[in-house]
């Protein structure tokens, strides 16, 4: 553990990934720390294959070539009070890249009171992708102001095998190439209490069903202050 994300930053400055985490049976614990400059083929600051934790962290300014320019997760991987910030990927996952074509069978995203923001994917999912058998649970947390360049500025999913659950989250200023997109691909979302800005982009989420607030007036985007 680390003194706290604002006291510690570990910089690869470009020369590799930050950490990896293989597919041993012990669980991985991440927390206090701020993450940059690391630069790998699919996750830029970590690449996951086992279990892993972050808490308390910071995770920004890395790149990936390919999937998962801050985490690109292959196994279990939870997310608690951290911030996941100005990463980019060349094709999916701009924040947080999620697939199964790791060892893994069963590949799980846990995100609670944490920040998804101005991240960058060259192809799906500015702030997080997740693959079609990906488990995606969302708690009170923030998807904001990420980009990407063909589908799901916010969140991009391939298909829906798995649940993707989502209460009490915001997911507003997402944009495709600057147009406002926040939900792409085939999501179809479990969830209560969210904020979604773009109701063009908003999945199957309605406005005033099961307490999401969706778009402006049932259509287009809503302004939401940062």
Partial sequence: AGPGADQLTIDTQQSSRIFFVGTSSLTTEISGLSLTGGLANQGGGILNQGTLTIRESSVFGNEAT????GIENKGLLTIVGSTISDNTAGSDGGGIGNSEDGPRNAVTLTLTNSTVSGNSAGNDGGGIFRSTSTTTNILNSTILNND???SGG??????????????NTLVANNTVNGVANDLGGT???NGVNNLIGDADSSANLSDGVNGNIVGAEGAGTAAVST
């Fill in 66 to 69: 390919l999937d998962g320019g």
């Fill in 148 to 150: 990407a360049a063909n």
């Fill in 154 to 167: 916010g969140i991009e999913s391939t298909g829906n095998n798995k649940p993707f659950n989502m209460d």
């Fill in 187 to 189: 999501l179809n979302v």
